[in-house]
Each structure stands twice: as structure tokens, then as C-alpha cells.
T-cell receptor, first 115, second 114 residues
Framework: DAGVIQSPRHEVTEMGQEVTLRCKPI?????LFWYRQTMMRGLELLIYFNNNVPIDDSGMPEDRFSAKMPNASFSTLKIQPSEPRDSAVYFCASSLTGAGHSPLHFGNGTRLTVT | AQSVTQPDIHITVSEGASLELRCNYS??????LFWYVQSPGQGLQLLLKYFSGDTLVQGIKGFEAEFKRSQSSFNLRKPSVHWSDAAEYFC????????????FGAGTILRVKS
């Protein structure tokens, strides 16, 4: 099992540019989660999917953020336009059943820097 | 409001000493409880979990945690710390009624001195 795979590992972009983060969950996991980690706010849940359907996006900070899961093996988180305050580490995680019951498996994250 | 509290932001222990990291939660229902560890530049890794049954649970890397319902706590312990245990530790709580989401504490950074 390769685990949750995220790409890229690092992304540096200029303010106003579009950023796309990618995630491949563990095969067979029905839930996918996007988290953001910053020093100030810790780990924040942005959105999660169940069977490719977005269930709760209440953590998405603004309309500049969007997430999709076109199939069971791929998800994207897009920021357009990006701003310096979006700089953070973005984690994707998957779980077999809901995160309240089964453990989350995290990717290694994408460190985003917006200048 | 739902919350998970890790009161210690940083803890420093000597190698070989015992360790206890504190976690308290605020929920009406009995939650599912987790401890995760994060090494620099990596994602979080599950150390152990409590769903039901025996309130003392064993995890990987020699860690254990005890669920105390009366204190709403789930403290993480290790009898003898190794230098490789230096990392950030997160307590997390899941409540099925709240939509399959995990709520994480703010984390405790563990430093190990030789």
C-alpha cells in the first residue's frame, strides 16, 4: 500500500496565481479529507468527501478555494487567486469509514508559499 | 462548544525519562479518541485509538493512553522516552453524530534532551 500521495511537495507561487494541489487516497477508502496546517490556527478541516461527494465544506475559507473529487482515486484543491495568507501546509487524508470511527491516513502534505 | 485541549504547548524530557502528554475534551457523548504523531516535514501518523472497551490502550512505538470518562481525559504515556520520539503530538476526537469529522487539539511539541 503506497499510502496517501500528495503532489507537489512544495509549491511557491506569486500572489494572484492559481494553485492546484493534488491527492491520491488509499484505494478502498471511502472518505477523503483536506486539512490546512498553520502555526497560528493549527490543523483545520477544509472539506471532506464521502464516495466522491462533498459532504461538508464549511471549513473552506473563501470562494477562492474549491475542491473536487472526480473519481475515487483523485482529488484536487484549487486556490484562485492565491494570496500570501494562504501560505500553509495542506494535507490530504483518507479513511476507510468516517473519521469519527476509523483512523485517518495522512499524506506528507504540500507546503504552499505565496509571495 | 466542542473542543479538544492540549494544555502543554512544549514539553522537554530527558532521554530515558517517563512521559505524559495531557488531553482533555469537551463533548456530551462518548467520543472516539486518537493520538497522532507528526515528525518534521511529514504527515500525521496514528499512534493509538480508543473506541470502546478496555480504557487502557496500547499503541505503536511503546506508547499507551488511558481514557478516563470522569475527567474527560485521554492522556498519552510512555515509560521511557527515546531521542527519536521528539516530534509533535496531536490528540483528536471524533463524534459520529457530528458528521464523521475529527477535531484536533493544538498539539504538544516534545523535545528530548540527551
Amino acid at each position: 500500500d503506497a499510502g496517501v500521495i500528495q503532489s507537489p511537495r512544495h509549491e511557491v507561487t506569486e500572489m494572484g496565481q492559481e494553485v492546484t494541489l493534488r491527492c491520491k487516497p488509499i484505494s478502498g477508502h471511502d472518505y477523503l479529507f483536506w486539512y490546512r496546517q498553520t502555526m497560528m490556527r493549527g490543523l483545520e478541516l477544509l472539506i471532506y468527501f464521502n464516495n466522491n461527494v462533498p459532504i461538508d465544506d464549511s471549513g473552506m475559507p473563501e470562494d477562492r478555494f474549491s475542491a473536487k473529487m472526480p473519481n475515487a482515486s483523485f482529488s484536487t484543491l484549487k486556490i484562485q487567486p492565491s494570496e500570501p495568507r494562504d501560505s500553509a501546509v495542506y494535507f490530504c487524508a483518507s479513511s476507510l469509514t468516517g473519521a469519527g470511527h476509523s483512523p485517518l491516513h495522512f499524506g506528507n502534505g504540500t507546503r504552499l508559499t505565496v509571495t | 462548544a466542542q473542543s479538544v485541549t492540549q494544555p502543554d504547548i512544549h514539553i522537554t524530557v530527558s532521554e530515558g525519562a517517563s512521559l505524559e502528554l495531557r488531553c482533555n475534551y469537551s463533548y456530551g457523548a462518548t467520543p472516539y479518541l486518537f493520538w497522532y504523531v507528526q515528525s518534521p516535514g511529514q504527515g500525521l501518523q496514528l499512534l493509538l485509538k480508543y473506541f470502546s472497551g478496555d480504557t487502557l490502550v496500547q499503541g505503536i512505538k511503546g506508547f499507551e493512553a488511558e481514557f478516563k470518562r470522569s475527567q474527560s481525559s485521554f492522556n498519552l504515556r510512555k515509560p521511557s522516552v527515546h531521542w527519536s520520539d521528539a516530534a509533535e503530538y496531536f490528540c483528536a476526537v471524533g463524534i459520529m453524530e457530528y458528521g464523521n469529522k475529527l477535531v484536533f487539539g493544538a498539539g504538544t511539541i516534545l523535545r528530548v534532551k540527551s
